[in-house]
């Protein structure tokens, strides 16, 4: 039992431990902080349920490039994000913008949650209308 | 008694929508190109026969143009090779290629010796032309267009059908299949 939990501690240790990014950090703290943060979420598009920054696929590390460079030139965010877009469409951002296609991903929700509760008010004013006293139609 | 038919309609639109995700003939990593309808990326690169000369968009104007990404270590490159050869055959259009991320001296040796279907490559060796092309996965075919604009994209390895029934419709409508 104990060798098996101090396997799988092990395990669990090492899987965190093993960064796919091998790239020296930038030298700037404030770019690399973006980077990183960039990097988690742009989609690998050769590997399509992982980050960029979690893929060793070579499209993965041409990216992570790509946009170490485009920090480097002064870029903003925003711009980086359209470079990609542009290429390879919203799928390549794993929080697609709220805009055109996308829209319905963003709002679905919110009517979801508004069709839901025009049903529950409906039926609950029905009920409030039904007597008491009636069990057969209470059931109904 | 209308309001029952909501759920109905709701229930008939969902599994339309699980039978439509379980096709079988679906490729679940295609994604369509942001490309199709505009200007295909502009490009310049050195000719992989001839490093001192390059290749760029100005070389397939004038007519409808195949742009085909491939690479040595492409398995579905080697695959789509004998259909290429053959389709240059056909004359039915005109190819370019684009050798992405791949070794210069490897691409040469597998043109030389399996055949070369394209007028002429391009050498893409750090895969910068690729990602502007919205490459993932090669081999990845573009029909551009006489006037540049990308007309359609292929993923994966193409044959005679698939030729066929994806690209012909293309070079039919605009009455350029010499």
């Known amino acids: ?140 | 008694m209308w309001k029952y038919s909501v759920p109905v309609v709701l229930f008939a639109l969902l599994m339309l929508m699980l039978v439509k995700g379980l096709d079988p003939e679906r490729d679940v990593n295609a994604l369509p190109s942001p490309f199709l309808g505009k200007p295909a990326p502009q490009f310049e690169l050195p000719s992989l026969a001839d490093p001192s000369k390059s290749v760029s968009n100005a070389d397939f104007e004038n007519g409808m143009a195949l742009v085909n990404v491939w690479a040595t270590w492409c398995v579905g490159c080697r695959q789509e090779h004998d259909f290429l050869l053959q389709l240059k055959e056909s004359g039915s259009i005109r190819m370019f290629g684009l050798n992405w991320r791949d070794n210069e001296v490897e691409a040469r040796r597998w043109l030389q010796d399996l055949g070369d279907p394209y007028l002429a490559t391009a050498y893409d060796g750090d895969g910068r032309a690729g990602i502007n092309w919205g490459v993932y996965g090669a081999p990845e075919t573009f029909l551009v267009g006489p006037d540049g604009t990308v007309l359609y994209k292929h993923l994966g390895p193409l044959n005679w059908s698939l030729w066929r029934e994806r690209f012909v419709p293309y070079l039919e409508s605009s009455g350029s299949t010499q």
């Open chain 1, 1 to 140: 039992m104990r060798t098996l939990f101090s396997l799988v501690s092990l395990l669990l240790i090492t899987s965190t431990a093993c960064a796919v990014d091998s790239e020296e950090a930038l030298e700037d703290p404030v770019l690399q902080a973006r980077y990183e943060k960039i990097v988690a979420e742009v989609r690998c598009l050769k590997c399509q349920n992982q980050t960029i920054k979690d893929s060793n696929a070579f499209l993965a590390g041409d990216l992570r490039r790509e946009i170490r460079h485009m920090l480097e030139e002064g870029l903003t965010d925003e711009q980086i994000f359209d470079f990609l877009v542009e290429r390879y469409g919203d799928f390549a951002l794993y929080k697609p913008r709220a805009s055109g296609k996308t829209l319905i991903l963003w709002i679905a929700p919110a009517l979801f949650l508004l069709g839901g509760a025009f049903v529950l008010v409906n039926i609950v004013r029905r009920r409030m209308t039904l007597p008491i006293d009636d069990d057969s139609a209470a059931e109904d």
